[in-house]
């Protein structure tokens, strides 16, 4: 996923009326919406390019220390797709000095690499329901589908076959044209043929353009 398609899926996010904020794969805060900041009692400036986990300072129901450095929930929400982090309570100091309860949802920002996306925090008093943006992102989430919708320069949709993936994938390990048909069992013009196809629906020029782009958007 490119860095301008990632801002404008947080630009999305940010504008729904929750309370949302996100941090960055070193577990900075880079986003705090207006809504947070009236729910929280913080303003951005305050906040932003500080540790999550610092800011934050979450407690479970028995007062545990739950926000820490490498946080297990942001790692689970980035590097386990599969397995959605559920919705969970968190006790959360606020600017007036107090404490109050919050409900916290976590949804990752896909990257090219697992390790650098972008977690999205949606925070909401635990009296009331689930937001239609938090029901949104579990949606997808469950789907395993991305956050954004994945398309082409023109707009178009990118849709690849399986035997494109595979294609793709060869050449992400390098392979020739000559290895990829003799591993899966084609004529050296079908892999040619089918790379030229890739490089159509993805609406690149090279097969190194085709795999960088696979990778930010984890067709592969």
């Known amino acids: 996923m490119s860095s301008s398609s990632s801002s404008e899926t947080l630009d999305r996010i940010a504008r729904s009326k929750e309370a949302v904020f996100a941090i960055d794969s070193s577990d900075r805060i880079v986003l705090w919406n207006r809504r947070c900041?009236?729910?929280?009692?913080?303003?951005?400036?305050?906040?932003l390019g500080k540790r999550c986990f610092d800011v934050i300072a979450g407690r479970d129901a028995h007062g545990n220390?739950?926000?820490?450095?490498?946080?297990?929930?942001?790692?689970?929400?980035?590097?386990?797709?599969?397995?959605?982090?559920?919705?969970?309570?968190?006790?959360?100091?606020?600017?007036?000095?107090?404490?109050?309860w919050f409900e916290?949802?976590?949804?990752?920002?896909?990257?090219?690499?697992?390790?650098?996306?972008?977690?999205?925090?949606?925070?909401?008093?635990?009296?009331?329901?689930?937001?239609?943006?938090?029901?949104?992102?579990e949606k997808e989430a469950s789907s395993h589908e991305?956050?954004?919708?994945?398309?082409?320069?023109?707009?178009?949709?990118?849709a690849l076959t399986e035997r494109e993936r595979e294609v793709l994938r060869c050449l992400a390990r390098g392979m020739s044209t000559t290895g990829i048909a003799r591993k899966l069992s084609i004529a050296p013009v079908t892999v040619r043929n089918h790379i030229q196809s890739?490089?159509?629906?993805?609406?690149?020029?090279?097969k190194l353009a085709a795999v960088v782009y696979a990778y930010r958007h984890e067709l592969i």
């Open 198 to 206: 890739i490089l159509q629906r993805l609406d690149v020029h090279s």
């Open 104 to 137: 916290m949802s976590l949804f990752a920002i896909p990257s090219y690499h697992p390790a650098l996306s972008t977690v999205v925090h949606v925070v909401r008093d635990v009296k009331r329901p689930p937001s239609t943006l938090e029901k949104k992102l």
């Open 37 to 47: 900041e009236e729910l929280l009692g913080r303003p951005a400036r305050a906040v």
């Open 65 to 100: 220390i739950y926000c820490y450095r490498n946080c297990p929930v942001a790692f689970q929400a980035r590097e386990k797709p599969s397995e959605p982090v559920a919705r969970f309570p968190l006790k959360v100091p606020t600017g007036n000095g107090g404490e109050r």
């Open 146 to 158: 991305p956050l954004w919708p994945m398309t082409s320069s023109e707009g178009e949709p990118v």
